[in-house]
């Protein structure tokens, strides 16, 4: 079955450490997208790939970097510039205004 | 980008309908109307979408006001698995670049 899939489920990161937060579709997907949840609040947009080699920062996207080498995957790293990282992460791909999501990363800052 | 509104929270006894409205007043006419739902530490899926009728699947049914200043997603008949944050968010057509907005959306709580 076609889908995205995210990993890991749980990430525990030391103060000053950059993680790197994988994103996998093969639904063959032009666009991508890394969202941050926070508790009891919706979803902000990090970055964004309409194509491959390409992509856009989003509403907060200091302190992440990403890349998309394949149209397939679009790993998501934050860095240790981002001072407060603790959060759930979505990926998403998307075509004709239909998305599909991942089930997602907690990242926690230990 | 155009505005939803949702109430924050509703409560459904389980097997009842449920009525989830949204508000979009300043919605445009290539505006479609999207309702997706988030379980608990999942990622948000997709229920259903529609333009100016109204729409049927199997989740649920999306009524659409006849100025589409309004809309009410409903769930025929809640269950346990039902409990979730619904979202309505505005997709423009053609817009290119379908960056959503998520607002905080209606958390459902369903009662046994």
């Known amino acids: 079955d076609g889908g995205i899939t995210q990993s890991p489920k749980y990430l525990f990161r030391k103060e000053g450490q950059n993680v790197t937060l994988s994103c996998e579709q093969n639904l063959n997907h032009d666009a991508m997208y890394w969202y941050r949840q926070d508790p009891g609040q919706g979803l902000r947009l990090i970055y964004y790939s309409q194509i491959v080699n390409d992509f856009q920062k989003g509403d907060i996207a200091e302190g992440y970097s990403v890349s998309r080498e394949k149209k397939e995957s679009f790993p998501l790293t934050v860095t240790s510039a981002q001072k407060n990282p603790t959060a759930f992460y979505l990926c998403?791909?998307?075509?004709?205004?239909?998305?599909?999501f991942g089930s997602g990363t907690r990242l926690t800052v230990v | 980008d155009a505005k939803t509104t949702q109430p924050n929270s509703m409560e459904s006894n389980e097997e009842e309908p449920v009525h989830l409205p949204c508000n979009h007043s300043?919605?445009?006419?290539?505006?479609?109307i999207h309702w997706y739902r988030q379980l608990p530490s999942q990622g948000p899926e997709y229920v259903i979408h529609g333009l100016t009728s109204n729409v049927n699947n199997r989740m649920a049914s999306l009524a659409i006001a006849e100025d589409r200043k309004s809309s009410t997603l409903i769930l025929h008949r809640a269950t346990l698995r039902d409990a979730a944050v619904y979202y309505c968010i505005l997709i423009r057509s053609g817009a290119g670049s379908y960056q959503l907005t998520f607002g905080k959306g209606t958390k459902l709580s369903v009662i046994p």
């Open positions: 300043t919605i445009s006419g290539t505006d479609y």
């Open positions: 998403a791909s998307e075509i004709g205004g239909g998305y599909t």
